[in-house]
């Protein structure tokens, strides 16, 4: 198994709070992302690094802002927390090689519950 | 307007059945086509791909057909087993500057029952 960790893996939190999720991974992966999970939406892209400080949004990306300051960690977080960010958030890998350079994997997730 | 298209949520195979997932897209310039699968409460995990030059990947009990002319891809599972259930994922990749980002299926749900 790929060695990526979320943390926290539950959170309970109320509306208009911070929250910051982090990814940590120990494979050395160029690319990590940040998707959220949504009966009815499959997975959704929220932001991407493409290297240390290099970050970019993706298709669900409003209400979040991301940071990485080290290859091995990327944090989400969520500056005002609303009830439509209720939701599960997995964190990705994936490295560009010759051999299944298309291949992800994939973080436990996070439970985030706004009430 | 969703590029990745799962249109059935479930599907309840028999043990020892075939079965088949479907899955059509929009966007003719994706690269590779990938399954994801998931089980409760656990991260998604890659099951099988196939490029967008080829028309047939096969793996085991698993085969994925692509017809690019119909824009539409499917997972064959052959036999069918109960730990085969899960919630099984169509993704897309167009490689670009986000590298593998993906684009996911609203996902199909699989019960085999014993």
């Known amino acids: 198994d790929a060695g990526i960790t979320q943390s926290p893996r539950h959170k309970v939190t109320e509306t208009g709070t911070p929250v910051t999720l982090r990814c940590h991974q120990t494979e050395n992966h160029r690319y990590m992302y940040w998707y959220r999970q949504d009966p009815g939406h499959g997975l959704r892209l929220i932001h991407y690094s493409y290297g240390v400080k290099d970050t970019d949004k993706g298709e669900v990306s409003d209400g979040y802002s991301v940071s990485r300051s080290k290859t091995e960690d990327f944090l989400l977080t969520l500056e005002s927390a609303t009830s439509s960010q209720t939701s599960v958030y997995f964190c990705?890998?994936?490295?560009?090689?010759?051999?299944?350079?298309?291949?992800?994997?994939f973080g436990p997730g996070t439970r985030l519950t706004v009430t | 307007d969703q590029q990745v298209k799962q249109n059935s949520p479930s599907l309840s195979v028999q043990e020892g059945r075939i079965s088949i997932l479907n899955c059509d897209y929009t966007n003719s310039m994706f690269d590779y086509f990938l399954w994801y699968k998931k089980y409760p409460a656990e991260g998604p995990t890659f099951l099988i791909s196939i490029s967008s030059i080829k028309d047939k990947n096969e793996d085991g009990r698993f085969t994925v057909f692509l017809n690019k002319s119909a824009k539409h891809l499917s997972l064959h599972i052959v036999p069918s087993q109960p730990g085969d259930s899960a919630v099984y994922f169509c993704?897309?990749?167009?490689?670009?500057?986000?590298?593998?980002?993906?684009?996911f299926g609203k996902g199909t749900t699989l019960s085999v029952s014993s």
């Open positions: 993704a897309a990749i167009r490689f670009n500057q986000a590298g593998t980002a993906l684009i």
């Open positions: 990705a890998i994936s490295e560009i090689s010759p051999v299944k350079w298309y291949e992800q994997y």
